[in-house]
């Protein structure tokens, strides 16, 4: 935008000063001076974020979950307090390349599996005309429904963080796409798996018996080196907009497979099948709906299966000129594994109310209610948040699980009931 | 949302035969002309930037502030393409919309969620909703396509001292608008909006936009400098403070695809 131009314009201070006589002189230092302007051109966020070339930002936050049953399990806790940072430095180059680098980690109180780091980011994004290109660890979203994420394949799900599952681990990956009025075309080779992060021993959330997370088995010989493919075309069609991809690789959702340690205690091995997938998501708008979909059909080591999520959302707007706006989503998620689907969304449908008064602090409130439609079990979800002042921004969730049925996947969760209070600093 | 407050301004104006002595028309005809004509003066910027400063202020006057960088593009035979971009509050750094308007028929527009890369689409038929929690609904900023409303000259009126016409305007398709009309103030020398009038759907006075601080930009382009929308049911009001115009950019449309939204920061 305008004011990069600007700030490309500008010479960095060493450059000015090599004139006339003082050339010499200049020759010698020009390369330090100039290399310490480019550093510190890079480093100085007051310079950088007038420029619109170099970006930071990112969050510190405070977290606190109370899970307020006793533990079904033994060495789990009643609750946790942990602290959080994800900040995020962007450069851009002459508006054709650029660098991201976003780390992430987290300490807690009583898993100590919780307690972890992460790059989410780090990577260099080529921009030609006709092309991109981008090299390093990235994250990419594909998807359009609220509830469940079918087709997003690209990121592994950083479960130990929530279980909303939206948190993903950074992905090495080249992607390179190409862009026009036809759609787009997005190709990505996945040089690395990473494998999925679960509570620990003391952590809730988690089945009976302890996920033996350092013993995975993959089908693939080569395990995490294991080179994944994954191609999708996009394009906005009308007033639709959809993505199809085929996928080949390690799946991202793992079978946990009881079997014992080398101590003989039972344990759980997350068991990496590879996989050939077909992805579709769809988002279409019609007067105050959006219709949503998400199919995928995926094979490999086990039989093929099928699985849908889709379904609606209508907003009204300025409900009896409150200000506030109303959005109702209505989901149905299918798996044709039935129970045993890797899931526990097999035959499951949901209500959510998102309730936006429109006030300056952005005050957001989601009820959610999933409802198995095979037997009793059910989950209650409430999101809410809202910005303190120009920095602070506080987030309650609290999930609910109700009536879980012995054969459903979450009933190692029946106690697990519990409210996670966030405080977060933005910067 | 770029050309939203350049459209209410557009809007106003009125044919220069009918400031020459033309044979008079009926007050819809003479509406309709000042409407075009003010829409045709708003036009042939190709594409621009801007900064946005949104001052959020309650009853109590507490202020509340966003910071939005935009950037439209002129779609030849269509409504324009905006793109906005939020740098504070941090929380919701980085954000995009991204809208399509359209001269009839539902706008497209899109969300960019940051922390999650996701795009999301979101439903713009219905344009009464507020923007950001301000005072100004989407109707203010991106839907005043000519074609969208009915016009009608009411009077000549001086406004501080400045010759206007008073157009009135009425959304055609009323479901989707808060309101039931608006009264604009429209300068004769120039057809820059310098104030509007909202009704709600009960006819009550609901806001007021004063329009303050024209610049002219590129040897013909006016833009304003400061707009006040003050509500008077609720006693809030909120401030658009524009700076670093800019035009013909070298804009084109690839820069407001979908998929540039992952890339614009």
């Known amino acids: 935008m305008s004011a990069q131009h600007v700030a490309y314009g500008s010479p960095p201070v060493g450059r000015a000063t090599c004139d006339g006589r003082r050339a010499k002189t200049c020759a010698v230092l020009r390369p330090v001076s100039c290399l310490f302007c480019l550093v510190s051109w890079i480093l100085c966020p007051a310079a950088g974020l007038a420029a619109g070339t170099t970006q930071i930002r990112g969050y510190v936050a405070g977290e606190g979950r109370y899970f307020y049953h006793y533990p079904s399990f033994a060495d789990q806790e009643r609750s946790n307090a942990s602290v959080a940072a994800q900040p995020e430095y962007y450069h851009r180059w002459d508006n054709d390349s650029s660098l991201t680098f976003v780390p992430f980690g987290r300490v807690d109180s009583t898993d100590p599996e919780r307690t972890h780091i992460d790059i989410r980011e780090l990577n260099y994004d080529y921009i030609h005309p006709e092309f991109e290109l981008r090299v390093g660890i990235g994250k990419v979203f594909w998807g359009a429904t609220e509830f469940v994420h079918l087709v997003d394949v690209v990121n592994q799900t950083d479960w130990v963080e929530h279980i909303d599952g939206e948190d993903k681990l950074g992905q090495p990956m080249f992607e390179f796409a190409k862009a026009g009025a036809w759609g787009k075309i997005d190709v990505f080779i996945l040089p690395y798996f990473r494998e999925r992060t679960f509570p ?53 959702d793992p079978l946990l497979y009881p079997t014992t340690n080398d101590q003989g205690q039972p344990v759980l091995r997350p068991f990496y099948q590879e996989i050939e997938q077909i992805g579709l998501d769809l988002q279409w708008p019609t007067g105050n709906w959006i219709w949503k979909l998400e199919a995928i059909y995926r094979h490999g080591y086990f039989d093929g299966y099928f699985a849908a999520t889709g379904g609606a959302e209508y907003t009204l707007v300025n409900v009896a000129e409150t200000g506030t706006d109303l959005g109702l989503v209505l989901e149905y998620a299918f798996d044709d594994r039935g129970r045993l689907a890797t899931t526990p969304y097999n035959n499951d449908a949901m209500v ?56 459903n996947l979450y009933y190692s969760l029946r106690a697990d009931d519990f409210a996670r209070l966030e405080l977060a600093y933005y910067f | 949302m770029t050309q939203r407050h350049t459209r209410i301004i557009a809007v106003c104006g009125i044919a220069v035969s009918l400031a020459a002595g033309a044979p008079a028309q009926d007050p819809a ?24 400063e949104m001052i959020l202020r309650n009853s109590r006057g507490q202020e509340s502030r966003r910071d939005i960088r935009i950037q439209g593009l002129e779609v030849a035979g269509d409504g324009d393409k905006s793109l906005c971009l939020f740098d504070s509050p941090a929380d919701i750094k980085g954000t995009a919309l991204l809208t399509y308007t359209h001269k009839t028929g539902d706008d497209d527009q899109w969300l960019y969620l940051p922390a999650l890369k996701r795009i999301k689409r979101i439903t713009s038929s219905n344009k009464s909703g507020s923007f950001v929690g301000s005072e100004f609904a989407y109707e203010d900023i991106a839907g005043q396509e000519l074609e969208k409303h009915t016009h009608l000259h009411l009077r000549d009126e001086v406004l501080d001292g400045t010759d206007c016409l008073v157009i009135e305007r009425t959304p055609v398709v009323q479901k989707n608008s808060g309101y039931s009309r608006q009264q604009v103030w429209i300068d004769k020398a120039e057809y820059r909006t310098l104030k509007v009038e909202f009704f709600d759907r009960r006819k009550a006075l609901l806001k ?55 890339r614009v920061r």
């Open chain 1, 352 to 407: 959510g109310l998102r309730i936006s008064p429109k006030d300056a602090a952005s005050t957001q409130i989601l009820l959610g209610w999933i409802q198995n439609m095979d037997d009793s079990s059910k989950v209650a979800v409430v999101e809410a948040s809202r910005r303190l002042g120009s920095h602070w921004k506080v987030s309650l969730d609290v999930w609910n699980f109700m009536g879980l049925a012995p054969g």
């Open chain 1, 200 to 252: 620990g021993l003391k952590g809730r959330l988690r089945p009976g018996i302890t996920i033996d997370r350092d013993n995975p088995i993959f089908e693939s010989p080569d395990k995490n080196n294991r080179w994944d493919f994954v191609a999708r075309y996009s394009r906005t069609l009308g007033p639709c907009d959809f993505g199809i991809y085929i996928f080949n690789g390690t799946d991202r």
């Open chain 2, 29 to 52: 005809q003479r509406g309709l002309a000042v409407a075009q004509e003010a829409d045709r003066r708003y036009h042939g910027y190709g594409d621009f930037t801007a900064h946005l």
């Open chain 2, 208 to 262: 007021t936009l004063m329009v303050a601080d024209y610049r002219k930009y590129a040897d013909s382009l006016w833009r304003p400098g400061r707009m006040t929308m003050t509500n008077h049911q609720t006693g809030k009001s909120t401030e658009l403070i524009w700076s670093d115009y800019q035009f013909q950019t070298g804009l084109k449309a690839g820069d407001f695809s979908t998929d540039n939204l992952l």
